[in-house]
């Protein structure tokens, strides 16, 4: 669901439109993490950068709601802060850093594949545990 806002010009946005500036609130509404969390990835090094307003307030613009959302993809699939911190460290210091990203993410791409495979091991387990379950519930209620 594509949830719409207004701007802090007055315009109504959604997730996928352009967006010129976004208070710490619109973008908690948008990304679904709370003003805490984002103020907190900002002190932690993981938002960089973040422009203010002339009131001086947090102005964030489309490429800081496509670097957050990438930030909670890395988080949801068990990337630590400080390996979270290192890539956007990285990141800031631009496309000279591009092959390091790269092994960072393919170093990640690894835990989450061998993670995934474990589940997928477990859930077979389990599912044959249900197996299991369910002829003994069939055998009991026959005899």
């Known amino acids: ?7 802090s010009c007055g315009s109504t946005v959604n997730n996928n439109a352009t967006i010129q500036c976004l208070t710490i609130k619109q973008l908690s509404n948008l990304s679904g993490l709370s003003a805490y969390t984002l103020r907190y990835y900002e002190k932690e090094g993981l938002i960089i950068g973040i ?5 001086g307030h947090r102005c964030y613009s489309n490429n800081d709601m496509e ?17 979270m911190r290192r890539f956007a460290q990285l990141r800031k210091q631009g496309d000279k850093t591009i092959s ?3 092994e960072m993410l393919e170093i990640h791409q690894q835990k989450v594949m061998a993670e995934i495979s474990l589940l997928q091991t477990n859930l077979a387990i389990i599912t044959n545990k249900i197996k299991i379950y369910k002829k003994m519930e069939i055998a009991q209620h026959n005899a």
């Open 51 to 55: 422009r203010r307003n002339n009131a």
């Open 67 to 83: 670097w957050i959302e990438f930030l909670k993809r890395l988080k949801t699939t068990g990337m630590q802060i400080t390996a």
């Open 100 to 102: 390091a990203r790269k």
């Open 1 to 7: 669901m594509v949830k719409a806002i207004k701007n």
